[in-house]
């Protein structure tokens, strides 16, 4: 089936350890991105990147590092000077081309700081 | 600074009743605005789009509208099951090359029985 896999499902991380989430996307969509969501909250933009060996930071970047080596994953690192790190983290793709793109979301990666 | 946000946080109807949920934007130059649906644990579901060129768009048993003017989108249920039981964000997007999308905080909508 076509679509985004983010895993894993569950994460715990210790304090000043860096943890890295996964997302793997199947539909040859070009840009991708990371959202990080609270309780209660929206949806707030970590990093986005439109094509490959390109990203940009979004509204809340301090703390996090990505890479796109390849067009299908978008791997997000959550590192120590990340100072509040538990949130739901969600990944999402679209085609990114032409007027108005939908993002499809994957089903999320809960991160807990132990 | 320019935010898309919601009027209400939580919607409580009875199941059968229309429901309207609302959304506030910011920013004039947003051309392209949707809708999601949140489940408890889940990633956001695309419910319906609607593009700054038009006004009303319909689907199954949702309707978008957007008023350019108040800046204001609006997202209508029929019918409304338990099923729609979840939270409803508004997203913009300025369009162009900024492929961001901005989202408001979201509105719990529960259905009762």
């Known amino acids: 089936d076509g679509g985004i896999t983010q895993s894993p499902k569950y994460l715990f991380r210790k304090e000043g350890q860096n943890v890295t989430l996964s997302c793997e996307q199947n539909?040859?969509?070009?840009?991708m991105y990371w959202y990080r969501q609270d309780p209660g909250q929206g949806l707030r933009l970590i990093y986005y990147s439109q094509i490959v060996n390109d990203f940009q930071k979004g509204d809340i970047a301090e703390g996090y590092s990505v890479s796109r080596e390849k067009k299908e994953s978008f791997p997000l690192t959550v590192t120590s000077a990340q100072k509040n790190p538990t949130a739901f983290y969600l990944c999402?793709?679209?085609?990114?081309?032409?007027?108005?793109?939908?993002?499809?979301f994957g089903q999320g990666t809960r991160l807990t700081v132990v | 600074g320019e935010s898309v946000g919601l009027h209400l946080p939580t919607l409580s109807v009875q199941e059968g009743d229309n429901s309207i949920i609302n959304c506030a934007y910011s920013?004039?130059?947003?051309?392209?605005f949707i809708w999601y649906k949140q489940e408890s644990g889940k990633g956001p579901q695309f419910i319906i789009d609607i593009r700054s060129n038009m006004d009303k768009r319909q689907g199954q048993r949702v309707t978008v509208l957007l008023n350019k003017t108040v800046k204001h989108l609006s997202l209508q249920i029929a019918a409304t099951q338990p099923g729609d039981s979840a939270v409803y964000f508004c997203a913009e997007n300025s369009g162009g090359s900024n492929y961001k999308l901005t989202f408001g905080k979201g509105t719990l909508l529960t259905v009762n029985p």
């Open positions: 539909l040859n969509h070009d840009a």
């Open positions: 920013n004039s130059a947003s051309d392209y």
């Open positions: 999402a793709s679209s085609t990114g081309q032409g007027w108005g793109t939908e993002a499809f």
